[in-house]
Nanobody, 120 residues
Framework: QVQLVESGGGLVQSGGSLSLSCAAS????????MGWYRQAPGEQRELVAA???????NYAASVKGRFSISSDSAKNAVHLQMNSLKPEDTAVYYC??????????????WGQGTQVTVSS
Protein backbone atom coordinates (compact mmCIF):
# COMPACT_ATOMS: atom_id res chain seq x y z
CA GLN A 1 0.00 0.00 0.00
CA VAL A 2 2.80 2.41 0.89
CA GLN A 3 6.35 2.51 -0.37
CA LEU A 4 9.28 4.56 0.84
CA VAL A 5 11.90 4.98 -1.87
CA GLU A 6 15.30 6.27 -0.79
CA SER A 7 17.99 7.82 -2.93
CA GLY A 8 21.41 9.22 -2.31
CA GLY A 9 24.11 7.78 -0.14
CA GLY A 10 27.37 6.33 -1.32
CA LEU A 11 31.05 6.73 -0.50
CA VAL A 12 32.61 9.98 0.63
CA GLN A 13 35.82 11.04 2.34
CA SER A 14 35.86 12.27 5.90
CA GLY A 15 34.77 15.89 6.02
CA GLY A 16 32.67 15.56 2.90
CA SER A 17 28.94 15.88 2.33
CA LEU A 18 26.14 13.65 1.13
CA SER A 19 22.43 14.10 0.68
CA LEU A 20 19.71 11.50 1.20
CA SER A 21 16.15 11.74 -0.07
CA CYS A 22 13.08 9.65 0.55
CA ALA A 23 9.66 9.80 -1.06
CA ALA A 24 6.55 8.07 0.22
CA SER A 25 3.92 6.89 -2.22
CA UNK A 26 0.67 4.97 -2.03
CA UNK A 27 -2.67 5.36 -0.34
CA UNK A 28 -1.55 8.01 2.13
CA UNK A 29 -4.02 10.27 3.86
CA UNK A 30 -1.54 12.30 5.85
CA UNK A 31 1.96 12.04 7.27
CA UNK A 32 2.65 12.85 10.92
CA UNK A 33 6.39 12.52 10.88
CA MET A 34 9.24 11.37 8.67
CA GLY A 35 12.76 10.66 9.66
CA TRP A 36 16.00 8.79 9.27
CA TYR A 37 17.52 6.01 11.33
CA ARG A 38 20.85 4.35 10.83
CA GLN A 39 22.42 1.06 11.74
CA ALA A 40 26.12 0.32 11.73
CA PRO A 41 27.44 -3.26 11.71
CA GLY A 42 27.06 -4.81 15.11
CA GLU A 43 25.16 -1.83 16.44
CA GLN A 44 21.53 -1.12 17.24
CA ARG A 45 19.46 0.98 14.91
CA GLU A 46 19.40 4.59 16.12
CA LEU A 47 17.47 7.73 15.32
CA VAL A 48 19.43 10.24 13.26
CA ALA A 49 16.85 12.95 12.65
CA ALA A 50 13.11 13.39 12.36
CA UNK A 51 10.71 16.11 11.28
CA UNK A 52 7.02 16.46 12.06
CA UNK A 53 4.30 17.73 9.76
CA UNK A 54 4.47 20.97 11.69
CA UNK A 55 8.15 21.35 10.97
CA UNK A 56 9.54 20.45 14.38
CA UNK A 57 12.86 18.66 14.16
CA ASN A 58 14.77 16.28 16.39
CA TYR A 59 18.40 15.28 15.97
CA ALA A 60 20.71 12.77 17.55
CA ALA A 61 23.32 14.55 19.63
CA SER A 62 26.06 13.05 17.48
CA VAL A 63 24.81 14.78 14.30
CA LYS A 64 23.57 18.13 15.63
CA GLY A 65 25.14 21.00 13.76
CA ARG A 66 26.30 18.72 10.93
CA PHE A 67 23.08 17.19 9.56
CA SER A 68 19.93 18.99 8.48
CA ILE A 69 16.54 17.42 7.84
CA SER A 70 13.83 18.99 5.71
CA SER A 71 10.56 17.90 4.21
CA ASP A 72 8.43 18.56 1.16
CA SER A 73 4.86 17.87 2.19
CA ALA A 74 3.52 18.25 -1.36
CA LYS A 75 5.71 15.36 -2.46
CA ASN A 76 5.54 13.36 0.79
CA ALA A 77 9.32 13.56 0.83
CA VAL A 78 12.06 14.06 3.36
CA HIS A 79 15.68 15.03 2.80
CA LEU A 80 18.77 14.70 4.94
CA GLN A 81 21.75 16.90 4.21
CA MET A 82 24.85 15.48 5.85
CA ASN A 83 27.91 17.71 6.17
CA SER A 84 31.26 17.27 7.87
CA LEU A 85 30.85 13.53 7.68
CA LYS A 86 32.95 11.32 9.93
CA PRO A 87 33.91 7.65 9.63
CA GLU A 88 31.59 6.92 12.54
CA ASP A 89 28.66 8.08 10.39
CA THR A 90 29.17 4.97 8.26
CA ALA A 91 25.97 2.93 8.38
CA VAL A 92 22.90 1.86 6.49
CA TYR A 93 20.43 4.74 6.64
CA TYR A 94 16.71 3.98 6.73
CA CYS A 95 13.86 6.35 5.96
CA UNK A 96 10.76 6.10 8.15
CA UNK A 97 7.27 7.53 7.98
CA UNK A 98 4.51 7.70 10.60
CA UNK A 99 1.35 8.15 8.58
CA UNK A 100 -2.39 7.65 8.22
CA UNK A 101 -3.74 5.56 5.35
CA UNK A 102 -6.68 6.56 3.19
CA UNK A 103 -8.32 3.33 4.26
CA UNK A 104 -7.82 4.29 7.88
CA UNK A 105 -5.32 3.43 10.54
CA UNK A 106 -1.97 4.84 11.58
CA UNK A 107 1.16 2.95 10.64
CA UNK A 108 4.93 3.15 10.58
CA UNK A 109 6.72 2.35 7.35
CA TRP A 110 10.40 1.81 6.59
CA GLY A 111 12.49 2.18 3.46
CA GLN A 112 14.85 -0.50 2.25
CA GLY A 113 17.95 1.33 3.46
CA THR A 114 20.82 3.03 1.70
CA GLN A 115 24.50 2.64 2.49
CA VAL A 116 26.59 5.61 3.58
CA THR A 117 30.32 4.98 3.86
CA VAL A 118 32.75 7.61 5.11
CA SER A 119 36.41 6.86 4.56
CA SER A 120 39.11 8.26 6.80
Amino acid sequence: QVQLVESGGGLVQSGGSLSLSCAASGSISSINEMGWYRQAPGEQRELVAAITSGGSTNYAASVKGRFSISSDSAKNAVHLQMNSLKPEDTAVYYCTADLFLVAGGRYDYWGQGTQVTVSS
